[in-house]
C-alpha cells in the first residue's frame, strides 16, 4: 500500500502562485509514476500534470506554460508549481501514484483562484 498526502491548496487571487506538494509514504519504493489530477465542482476528475521515471512530464492543454511538475525521488515527493492561475483553475487538486500497474489516490488539496 502507498499512502499520498497533498498540502498546499489555498485561496489565491487571479495570476497568483501556490506550490503543491505530495508525499509518498508506505510501501513507496518501486513508484514508477507520479502526478496530479484536478475535479472541479459538478466535472469529472482531469489530469493535470504527469511524470513517468525515466521519461518527460506531460501536461494537460489548459495548463501547459502555467504549471511545472517535478519530482523528487529521494523523498518519494511530487509538486507541482502552478503560476498565472486563473478562476477556472479552481478545483479539489488530487496526487496519484503507480506502482507496479496499481494507482493510489491521496485524499485532495482544494485549491480556489477567486478575487
Known amino acids: 500500500q502507498v499512502q499520498l498526502v497533498e498540502s498546499g491548496g489555498d485561496l489565491v487571487q487571479p495570476g497568483g502562485s501556490l506550490r503543491l506538494s505530495c508525499a509518498a509514504s508506505?510501501?513507496?519504493?518501486?513508484?514508477?509514476?507520479m502526478g496530479w489530477y484536478r475535479q472541479a465542482p459538478g466535472k469529472e476528475r482531469e489530469l493535470v500534470a504527469f511524470?513517468?521515471?525515466?521519461?518527460?512530464?506531460n501536461y494537460a492543454d489548459s495548463v501547459k506554460g502555467r504549471f511545472t511538475i517535478s519530482r523528487d525521488n529521494a523523498k518519494n515527493a511530487v509538486y507541482l508549481q502552478m503560476n498565472s492561475l486563473k478562476p477556472e483553475d479552481t478545483a479539489v487538486y488530487y496526487c496519484?501514484?503507480?506502482?507496479?500497474?496499481?494507482?493510489?489516490w491521496g485524499q485532495g488539496t482544494q485549491v480556489t483562484v477567486s478575487s
Open positions: 496519484y501514484a503507480n506502482r507496479r500497474g496499481a494507482g493510489y
Open positions: 508506505g510501501s513507496s519504493f518501486n513508484i514508477n509514476a
Open positions: 511524470i513517468v521515471n525515466g521519461a518527460g512530464a
